[in-house]
């Protein structure tokens, strides 16, 4: 076996099939290498997620409906869209908090207080030491783990929310849980969905 032309072939040739091969082994390292020594590192099985909905979104969602364009955000209905901040999210979904028994205070205090949207990539560590505020992500009867906010903790479960959401999650084993998040790459994530977008395109043709 002459491994110079196949070293040639990998990294110096400009072909279709060069490039095809590239990738096969860019995903290999990622996938049983630098994939599973990340997540042994960070102490989780999922080191690395891309937010696949808008559910953390503080941003107003553009609806349209007979009477023209609305925007909703928490289940709250305005015509014009307001400018994303932290004092616009708080105006317009900041009641449910509060009646749940979480100021603006603390809100203001949480992990990722603004956060975050769809396309972005979030690193996770450890589930451990997980309380009120913090992002996990876990399973539930859904194909995709969730990723939503805490907003109370107990001894064996915990109850989240999406920040966009209307309503909380309900009660969700802490054992479901595989990550915490700690550390948010913008619009990283999409590179993720696309391939498994084309995937799914692929597969159902």
Not at 94 to 104: C, D, R, S, V
Not at 120 to 125: G, K, P, Q, V
Request: aromatic share 14%; net charge positive.
């Amino acid at each position: 076996m002459n491994w110079k032309k196949i070293w040639n072939f990998i990294w110096h040739e400009d072909s279709i099939a060069s490039w095809a091969v590239n990738i096969i082994i860019a995903f290999i390292l990622i996938k049983f290498i630098f994939y599973p020594v990340l997540g042994f590192i960070l102490g989780t099985s999922h080191p690395i997620v891309a937010v696949v909905s808008g559910s953390m979104e503080h941003s107003f969602s553009k609806e349209t409906a007979v009477d023209g364009v609305k925007y909703e955000l928490c289940g709250k209905i305005t015509g014009a869209k307001p400018e994303p901040s932290f004092s616009a999210f708080w105006e317009t979904c900041g009641q449910w908090y509060e009646n749940n028994g979480i100021t603006k205070e603390q809100f203001s205090n949480f992990k990722m207080k603004n956060g975050f949207n769809k396309g972005d990539l979030i690193i996770l560590s450890s589930k451990e030491n997980a309380k009120q505020g913090d992002i996990i992500v876990f399973w539930s009867n859904r194909q995709y783990p969730i990723i939503h906010r805490i907003i109370e903790s107990a001894n064996e479960t915990f109850r989240t929310k999406g920040d966009h959401n209307v309503a909380d999650d309900g009660l969700t084993k802490k054992e479901l849980a595989v990550g915490k998040a700690f550390i948010k790459i913008p619009y990283a994530g999409w590179i993720k969905i696309w391939f498994v977008e084309l995937i799914e395109l692929i597969k159902w043709r």
